[in-house]
T-cell receptor, first 112, second 115 residues
Framework: IAGITQAPTSQILAAGRRMTLRCTQD?????MYWYRQDLGLGLRLIHY???????GKGEVPDGYSVSRANTDDFPLTLASAVPSQTSVYFC???????????FGPGTRLLVL | AQSVTQLDSHVSVSEGTPVLLRCNYS??????LFWYVQHPNKGLQLLLK??????LVKGINGFEAEFKKSETSFHLTKPSAHMSDAAEYFC?????????????FGRGTSLIVHP
């Protein structure tokens, strides 16, 4: 049982480039989330999805977009990366919004 | 609007002594509350959750938390710290907003355990 997988594990990206972080879960959870973790700030919600076909904005959505074409996948796209998007990105899923979340291992992104 | 305040950025204890990590929250409705743990360079793992059942919630690894509505608190405790408890701990409130339960994380408390 894999749970949640994220790819890549880490990435160095030139500013201005486009990047998609991948997230896949095999638990058939309805809700999925993307967070960024920065030192001293905890985890901040970027975007979320209640169920396949729907998405919503979190606390820090600017510069990011998501899609939810099916239950299992929830990719996060940076259309034109900037250095302030350097962070560790975590994907999570839960049976429904409000229930306990299960987290992926994270993606470390460095934007130069 | 909901918010979470973890009152200590760092807590230092000796092995075998009690642990107290403090969390206060604000919410508009009846929230769900969670504690997660993150060991160095790892993802997050659920410790325990409160979802309007018993106010004293038991979690994994001997941790427990008590929901006190009058104090809007959800402090995490453990009777006796172990070296393996050294990690970052996050308190989370999940409250109804626009038809969905949106989670909000506290900034985290780093637990340091001395031998």
């Amino acid at each position: 049982i894999a749970g949640i997988t994220q790819a890549p594990t880490s990435q160095i990206l030139a500013a201005g480039r486009r990047m998609t972080l991948r997230c896949t879960q095999d638990m058939r959870h309805n809700a999925m989330y993307w967070y960024r973790q920065d030192l001293g700030l905890g985890l901040r919600l970027i975007h979320y999805s209640n169920t396949a076909g729907t998405t919503g904005k979190g606390e820090v959505p600017d510069g990011y977009s998501v899609s939810r074409a099916n239950t299992d996948d929830f990719p996060l796209t940076l259309a034109s990366a900037v250095p302030s998007q350097t962070s560790v990105y975590f994907c999570a899923s839960s049976a429904s919004t409000g229930s306990a979340q299960y987290f992926g291992p994270g993606t470390r992104l460095l934007v130069l | 609007a909901q918010s979470v305040t973890q009152l200590d950025s760092h807590v230092s204890v000796s092995e075998g002594t009690p642990v107290l990590l403090r969390c206060n929250y604000s919410s508009s409705y009846s929230p769900s509350l969670f504690w997660y743990v993150q060991h160095p360079n790892k993802g997050l793992q659920l410790l325990l959750k409160y979802t309007s059942a018993a106010t004293l919630v038991k979690g994994i690894n001997g941790f427990e938390a008590e929901f006190k509505k009058s104090e809007t608190s959800f402090h995490l405790t453990k009777p006796s710290a172990h070296m393996s408890d050294a990690a970052e701990y996050f308190c989370v409130v999940s409250d109804l907003s626009g038809g969905s339960y949106i989670p909000t994380f506290g900034r985290g408390t780093s637990l340091i355990v001395h031998p």
